[in-house]
């Protein structure tokens, strides 16, 4: 029998004998493992609107230019599209900032565009997964601005105390962004937490009235057609205790609070009813998830995982560059996805995003091996157990573009940095450095789809006068975009599309990726990131030079079958050494 191997089919081993005695937990169990399922079929798609695709030329990307692309997402192969949030907001935080829960931002369209980008993306076997940011709200959110003139019932659905006696805060605890995690109300004499930007009020989920109040939007866009959400920042929700003090970045006295699991059981249970499937999926950021594996299992259909983005950075400080990286980042990778496989629960893979700089600019090489860097990375990506997840651009290997002043940078989460390296004498050009390394401005720049204007994003004339003002502005474009575009890519004789589109294809053909167990080899190597993916009789071993030299493989590989290599003619041998970022998928 296959199934002895694979996590999936162990499935039903994870109930005890007296939970199983009980016929509703069984049919539970049952839904669960369908469920699970699914999910591993699931190839997301990430999509920052703003700057995806331009349908009126205001310069701004909207849910109508989305739906003109859904031909091309489907021609990819995936079937999920994550849209970073979508609401109304003033854009300090890229939308994460949102002032209405139940609104669209007016510059992305309307709600009826959003069921017609949920209708017609049904009719390609594309789901849409819709951002929902319950932990905060945008300091321009109406409850928050009645709160902060005094309005004693608006105050309890935030986090206000009042300050120690010597006019300082209440504790001292960072926010993630940098400075106090505290903002002073001078007016009602409090302050209010905010984990994130001082425009991001954080929201009492303590409070009954609040998280029913955050639990009625999330029911707003399912009744709408959203069946699968993305919660950001969901190990926020539940805090532990405010009092204490905290220096580190990475505090734990704000994640994985002990009710996260409660209350993520009462979102379910709100959005569970007879006809609907809703499917729910976690953004976890903090580096501890004994917590989460506790229940996760129970609590999410996937989560978002970020280890591969903290590995090249030192004690995972944000603007820090840990130029040996690479043994961290397998042993970070390999440890979480270990721990949550082993607990059924899955992970959402990503080597990039909206948060973070370009992959292949950062982990390899953006110029001479662009297309090998680029391509490797997506087969150790697509390959890996788990959801692949791929962000909008990484198809055809955008890179990043380097800004050459400061005032190019509109990302929130810079300034505090800026400030404090600033004021310590550092020049401009060594700020600039780390910002084009690391900033996530460097990910946010339009997509690139040909050679014309914009990059084919927009038809938007910089001298042309917008009817929005605000931050929400049009997104920069990156110097390269004639040569690094969807067309061109597309025409050449090594497109990284038609690369991306095999790696999927495998995905979907060979159980042992879809389903089957993980193992990593080669974990001291240097240079290779190797693993194996078994499923009954069958193997997939995945090996990727992450290295400009050419690197010996020591392991036996003439006993496979190529199933693909992002070189031409390549011949396993004995004591074979791959090329620089070759990438070698092998079936046996
Ligand atoms: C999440 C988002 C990030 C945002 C933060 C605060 O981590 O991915 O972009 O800045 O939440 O909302
Ligand atoms: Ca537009």
């Not at 440890?335 to 992959?359: G, M, Q, Y």
């Not at 009817?467 to 004639?482: A, E, S």
């Not at 979907?508 to 499923?535: H, P, V, W």
């Not at 090996?543 to 693909?564: Q, R």
């Amino acid at each position: 029998m296959q199934n002895t191997m694979s996590n999936i089919e162990n499935d039903h081993d994870y109930t005890s004998d007296s939970d199983k005695s009980d016929k509703h937990k069984v049919i539970s169990d049952f839904n669960v493992i369908s469920r699970r399922k699914n999910n591993q079929k699931r190839i997301i798609y990430q999509i920052l609107v703003r700057s995806y695709y331009d349908s009126n030329g205001d310069g701004i990307g909207d849910l109508k230019g989305v739906i003109s692309k859904l031909p091309y997402l489907k021609s990819l192969g995936v079937n999920v599209i994550w849209m970073t949030p979508i609401n109304k907001s003033p854009w300090d935080d890229n939308g994460y900032d949102v002032s209405d829960h139940e609104a669209i931002e007016p510059a992305f369209g309307t709600i009826s565009d959003l069921k017609e980008l949920v209708n017609k993306a049904k009719k390609f076997d594309i789901d849409i997964m819709f951002d929902c940011v319950l932990n905060h709200v945008s300091t321009q959110n109406e409850t928050f601005i009645k709160a902060i003139n005094g309005d004693k019932k608006a105050q309890k659905h935030f986090i206000f105390r009042s300050g120690k006696k010597n006019n300082e805060p209440p504790s001292k605890l960072n926010s993630v962004f940098g400075g106090s995690a505290w903002e002073y109300v001078p007016k009602i004499n409090k302050y209010y937490l905010h984990i994130f930007a001082k425009s991001q009020a954080d929201v009492n989920w303590e409070n009954p009235a609040t998280r029913k109040k955050m639990i009625s939007h999330v029911l707003f866009w399912q009744k709408l057609g959203i069946k699968m959400f993305r919660y950001n920042s969901i190990d926020h929700i539940s805090k532990s205790d405010l009092t204490k003090n905290c220096d580190d970045y990475d505090c734990t006295i704000y994640t994985n609070g002990q009710k996260v699991h409660k209350y993520l059981q009462e979102i379910k249970d709100a959005c569970a009813n007879k006809e609907d499937v809703v499917f729910h999926f976690g953004e976890i950021t903090s580096k501890n998830i004994d917590e989460l594996i506790k229940n996760g299992r129970n609590d999410f259909d996937g989560v978002f995982i970020a280890p591969q983005f903290c590995s090249d950075k030192i004690n995972r400080s944000k603007w820090t560059h840990d130029i040996n990286y690479f043994i961290k980042l397998k042993r970070d990778l390999d440890e979480i996805l270990t721990k949550l496989l082993n607990a059924n629960i899955l992970p959402v893979i990503s080597f990039e995003n909206h948060d973070e700089s370009r992959a292949n600019s950062r982990f390899g090489d953006d110029k001479e091996f662009r297309k090998e860097c680029s391509t490797m990375l997506l087969a150790t990506q697509i390959m890996l157990p788990g959801i692949p997840c791929i962000y909008q651009g990484q198809e055809i290997g955008m890179t990043n573009d380097d800004f050459d002043e400061l005032d190019m940078f509109e990302d929130v989460a810079n300034i505090d940095f800026v400030n404090k390296l600033s004021e310590k004498g550092a020049s401009k050009k060594d700020i600039l450095n780390i910002l084009n390394r690391f900033a996530r401005d460097k990910a946010r720049t339009a997509m690139q789809w040909d050679s014309s204007k914009n990059a084919g994003f927009s038809k938007f004339d910089e001298n042309q006068t917008r009817n929005v003002t605000g931050l929400l502005q049009p997104p920069k474009v990156n110097k390269n975009y004639r040569e690094i575009n969807v067309k061109n890519d597309l025409k050449s004789d090594f497109s990284i599309i038609r690369f991306m589109q095999e790696l999927i294809k495998i995905r979907k053909n060979y159980k042992e990726i879809t389903y089957g167990n993980y193992q990593m080899l080669l974990k001291e190597d240097t240079e290779l990131f190797a693993f194996i993916r078994k499923y009954g009789e069958h193997e997939i071993l995945t090996i990727s030079n992450f290295s400009s030299d050419s690197v010996k493989v020591p392991l036996t590989v003439n006993n496979y079958k190529l199933l693909l290599s992002n070189y031409v003619d390549v011949k396993l041998r004995k004591n074979m050494a791959l090329k620089p970022y070759q990438t070698l998928i092998l079936y046996r």
